[in-house]
């Protein structure tokens, strides 16, 4: 049965519940209007940084530079500061990095001001510096000076229900002089930033292209040179879970899952500088080169609940079952879960909004806000489907997944929560959740599947996105069986792939386009 309702009666039902559950106003409360994003976590210069942890400000930083016609990587810290002001991000970054070999140091502190609208579901962010950055660069001796910088940086954020996807451009061109010398070196950097930001991981890439060009007119023969470099970086927070095997045999359960969040970044480069005689005077000859460097961050793990299936043993989708269990996902008593039988739509609802749950809002940057005051309503929830009363034992999962989108009624003002759900209607599910409807042509999808003349003309589309990001693969015979109702142990199978994908599939396809594994 389809997912969204057809009929125009049922949809001016629900927009006058709607209505009416915004005029009952039980509170005004103020909080916070701004919730960070977790882009520009490696700032704008090329650089990678150990990703975002909880509680810090503090992280792990390298960026390599070519101010001398040859890269230098540079390894320390980037410190990031924000708050927020009328509706504006001030984020300060402080940059404190050295590099033994060269005898060097890059010390750099820059001020961005970041102004935030509002369309729809979706952000645009523009970034311009509050005021000229402090920055020195003491390479064997040789000091360059920041003299002036043009910046310029806009970002889209594009809300879906469970991840936040988002496209940026940055550009600078900075000069620095070297002291003690007329010589100055003209930098100019050109990026591109991709990433998404979701509660079971978030990835940020990005390329950029960089050009310099050394001038000294004081030599009795100027000293000109250029060249140019191509930097892509790759950072990623994700989260894995590991079934771990207890060694005792004499304790009350085998073994369990354990989950690790780990951060990780990589930064690739490729150049392209001239070849310099034993004086360091530039020849016509270029040397092309490349490099790699990565940063890691420790593992934060947390033991999962162990659920009692011991029931289940031998069921094909027993690890489906206990993954989800342990990830708390399903809740309930597990003893009494039975694979064979139907899901309903109450449950199904239930699950899709632990495993699609909201993405997350960045703590720490909440705690350094200062916050502008903003007017919100608490309102009475009202529900919006006649069979769904508040004292329903889904109310709470029903009430969230047709507020954020997620399932609708299928009929007049009803839910159907004791239904059951096809296969079809979870794939629509699964794909308005990530918000990858546009990778489908549309109503006039055609699947490889051999029963595609069977899929609802509703979910065709759905079908098609799912197979081709993987999500679902049909049987050994090429069926989809888009019609069929979901047994709990097809939904569990479905489900924890679903998050697999959110956890692992999503970022391949980012890396992959960046930095080519």
């Not at 470099?229 to 927070?237: E, Q, R």
């Not at 309930?332 to 749950?357: M, Q, S």
């Not at 720490?364 to 007017?375: C, D, E, I, L, N």
């Not at 009202?382 to 004292?391: E, G, L």
């Amino acid at each position: 049965m389809p997912v969204l309702p057809a009929n125009p009666k049922y949809i001016r039902f629900e927009k006058i519940l709607r209505i009416a559950s915004m005029l009952l106003v039980v509170i005004l409360v103020w909080q916070p209007g701004i919730v960070f994003a977790r882009a520009g976590d490696n700032g704008f210069e090329g650089g990678i940084s150990s990703g975002y942890v909880e509680g810090r400000e503090t992280f792990e930083y390298k960026e390599v530079v070519f101010v001398t016609g040859k890269p230098v990587l540079f390894t320390g810290t980037l410190t990031i500061k924000k708050t927020v002001r009328q509706g504006e991000i001030r984020s300060t970054y402080t940059y404190n990095l050295q590099n033994a070999e060269h005898n060097a140091t890059l010390r750099r502190s820059a001020v961005y001001d970041t102004a935030i609208e509002e369309k729809g579901s979706q952000v645009i962010e523009k970034t311009v510096l509050s005021r000229t950055p402090s920055e020195s660069i003491v390479i064997s001796g040789t000091v360059y000076n920041l003299q002036s910088i043009d910046f310029s940086r806009s970002n889209i954020i594009d809300k879906k229900v469970a991840v936040n996807y988002f496209a940026g451009n940055v550009w600078s061109r900075k000069v620095y002089s070297v002291a003690g010398t007329g010589a100055r070196i003209t930098v100019e950097l050109n990026g591109e930033l991709y990433g998404y930001e979701q509660y079971w991981g978030t990835t940020e890439t990005g390329k950029y292209n960089i050009y310099y060009q050394y001038e000294d007119y004081t030599r009795e023969k100027p000293e000109i040179w250029g060249g140019s470099a191509v930097l892509n970086i790759s950072s990623n927070t994700s989260k894995s879970i590991e079934y771990i095997e207890n060694i005792p045999n004499q304790i009350s359960f085998d073994g369990g899952f354990i989950e690790t969040q780990h951060n990780t970044s990589v930064l690739e480069y490729r150049y392209e500088m001239p070849e310099f005689d034993k004086d360091g005077i530039s020849t016509d000859n270029l040397i092309k080169g490349n490099g790699f460097a990565n940063l890691e961050t420790y593992p934060v793990q947390s033991r999962l609940r162990v659920p009692n299936i011991n029931h289940l043993r031998g069921h094909w989708a027993y690890k489906d079952i206990m993954t989800l269990y342990s990830l708390e996902v399903f809740q309930g008593d597990e003893a009494f879960f039975k694979p064979e039988k139907y899901i309903t739509r109450a449950e199904f609802a239930d699950a899709i909004i632990k495993a699609a749950r909201k993405v997350p809002e960045e703590q720490a940057s909440q705690r350094r806000t200062t916050t502008t005051r903003r007017r919100t309503v608490e309102e009475e929830k009202i529900s919006p489907f006649i069979d769904v009363p508040k004292d329903h034992a889904y109310f709470e999962s029903i009430y969230e997944a047709y507020e954020r989108g997620l399932m609708s009624g299928t009929g007049t003002g009803y839910f159907y929560p004791d239904a059951t759900i096809t296969t079809a209607d979870a794939l629509c599910i699964f794909i308005r959740a990530l918000g990858l409807e546009n990778l489908g042509p549309g109503d006039v999808a055609v699947t490889v599947f051999r029963d595609n003349d069977q899929i609802p003309g509703y979910a065709r589309n759905a079908a098609y996105v799912a197979k081709r990001i993987g999500l679902v693969e049909g049987d050994s015979r090429g069926y989809l069986n888009p019609n069929e109702n979901l047994t709990k142990g097809r939904a569990a199978a479905m489900l924890n792939r679903f998050i697999n994908y959110m956890r692992e599939d999503i970022k391949v396809d980012y890396t992959k386009s960046i930095i080519g594994f």
